[in-house]
Antibody, heavy 118, light 106 residues
Framework: EVQLVESGGGLVQSGRSLKLTCVAS????????MTWIRQAPGKGLEWVAS????????FYADSVRGRFTISRDNAKSTLYLQMNSLRSEDTATYYC???????????WGQGVMVTVSS | EIVLTQSPTTMAASPGEKVSITCRAS?????VYWYQQKSGASPKPWIY???KLVSGVPDRFSGSGSGTSFSFTISSMETEDAATYYC?????????FGGGTKLELK
């Protein structure tokens, strides 16, 4: 069974850092690009960042480029999101997801809440 | 950036009623994808490549469209269909989502 389990969220002050983790299981992790998508409270979905199979290429939304870093450890089947210089507008639930069998985000984690206080 | 605009943003439908949601793109896209999200839960893929149903999705759901105009339809509303639906494109970067349509049961 495919599972994605996020952790690392919490309450943090504006300007500080936080690192999210997504532990994957039930599939061959290094065969798939991985993606972070977030959702501000009561708002819609926003793509944040993606990373290729080996981690050699990364892609970011303009809103987080230069502040967030996506990375992965294929030996540990784990995806990360290092978030620096956090802002109140980064307050959201962050989901780890990937495209497994088709052309859409098949599997999603349960989400992890990040709250940035000013 | 390709902006996806959904309408309506909220709506209510009675059981058995037909539901239609529109997703308009600011530039032409190849396909749109639709996700269903219920309160407190993670999104679920629902329709892919504009008109194909994800496995397990009832056939009362359908999708259509091309270019910049797409639609999502429920032929006959059921209680379990109350949720928020998002359209999504990844024809152009950054990948974007529509603002969502909250569908409530009347």
């Amino acid at each position: 069974e495919v599972q994605l389990v996020e952790s690392g969220g919490g309450l943090v002050q504006s300007g500080r850092s936080l690192k999210l983790t997504c532990v994957a299981s039930g599939f061959t992790f290094d065969n798939y690009w991985m993606t972070w998508i977030r959702q501000a409270p009561g708002k819609g979905l926003e793509w944040v960042a993606s990373i290729t199979f080996s981690g050699g290429n990364t892609f970011y939304a303009d809103s987080v480029r230069g502040r967030f870093t996506i990375s992965r450890d294929n030996a540990k089947s784990t995806l990360y999101l290092q978030m620096n210089s956090l802002r109140s507008e980064d307050t959201a639930t962050y989901y780890c997801t990937f495209v497994y069998g088709g052309s859409y985000f098949d599997y999603w984690g349960q989400g992890v809440m990040v709250t940035v206080s000013s | 950036e390709i902006v996806l605009t959904q309408s309506p943003t909220t709506m209510a439908a009675s059981p058995g009623e037909k539901v239609s949601i529109t997703c308009r793109a600011s530039s032409s896209v190849g396909y749109v994808y639709w996700y269903q999200q219920k309160s407190g839960a993670s999104p679920k893929p629902w329709i892919y490549e504009t008109s194909k149903l994800v496995s397990g999705v009832p056939d009362r759901f359908s999708g259509s469209g091309s270019g910049t105009s797409f639609s999502f339809t429920i032929s006959s509303m059921e209680t379990e269909d109350a949720a928020t639906y998002y359209c999504h494109q990844w024809s152009g970067t950054p990948w974007t989502f529509g603002g969502g349509t909250k569908l409530e049961l009347k």
